[in-house]
T-cell receptor, first 110, second 114 residues
């Protein structure tokens, strides 16, 4: 069974600070997606990464796909209250389904 | 274009009853996947349908079933409800199987079993 571990599980920081959340697996995955979920809503896709070592930027968010294709990170610069939410990674392990990580619940304090 | 529509948004059922949830995907998307989300287990894969065929099934008992219609709309059914079935049920649509290029999720159906 492939598992995706996300860390930290909870993170609470002040507005304007930087942060990084991590997504790790013991198995290689072919692609990885990051989602953000707000209370009462479904997850919303932020990015898909498919190439080992790939870095993608989305405004203040930077996503990195590890060279070994077993890990990924999400870095947020100058966090804002609108960044608050549950961040989920999801990987394709080649078993015909997307496996979701355990999630990082982020709170940005104004 | 319209997003993924799930109905109903909220449901309260009694143990032993059955329930049917509905999902209308984005127009043109042929893949519909269902996930169960709980605080303890996170998002767990239930099943995926593509062109009316179940392509993959997660590790859930046979009480959980689904189907997809020719217009890509999907339903999932849970029979003989248990308290542990209380969860947010999420439907996700994609143009490709296995969420290739990413899923678009609906807002979910919050099921409470009492």
């Amino acid at each position: 069974t492939q598992l995706l571990e996300q860390s930290p599980q909870f993170l609470s920081i002040q507005e304007g600070e930087n942060l990084t959340v991590y997504c790790n697996s013991s198995s290689v995955f072919s692609s990885l997606q990051w989602y953000r979920q707000e209370p009462g809503e479904g997850p919303v896709l932020l990015v898909t990464v498919v190439t080992g070592g790939e870095v993608k930027k989305l405004k203040r968010l930077t996503f990195q796909f590890g060279d070994a294709r077993k890990d990924s990170s999400l870095h947020i610069t100058a966090a804002q209250p609108g960044d608050t939410g549950l961040y989920l990674c999801a990987a394709d392990f080649g078993n015909e389904k997307l496996t979701f990580g355990t999630g990082t619940r982020l709170t940005i304090i104004p | 274009k319209a997003g993924v529509t799930q109905t109903p948004r909220y449901l309260i059922k009694t143990r032993g009853q059955q329930v049917t949830l509905s999902c209308s995907p984005i127009s043109g998307h042929r893949s519909v996947s269902w996930y169960q989300q709980t605080p303890g287990q996170g998002l767990q894969f239930l099943f995926e349908y593509f062109s009316e065929t179940q392509r993959n099934k997660g590790n859930f008992p046979g009480r959980f079933s689904g189907r997809q219609f020719s217009n890509s709309r999907s339903e999932m059914n849970v029979s003989t409800l248990e308290l542990g079935d209380s969860a947010l049920y999420l439907c996700a649509s994609s143009p490709l199987m296995t969420g290739g290029y990413g899923y678009t999720f609906g807002s979910g159906t919050r099921l409470t079993v009492v």
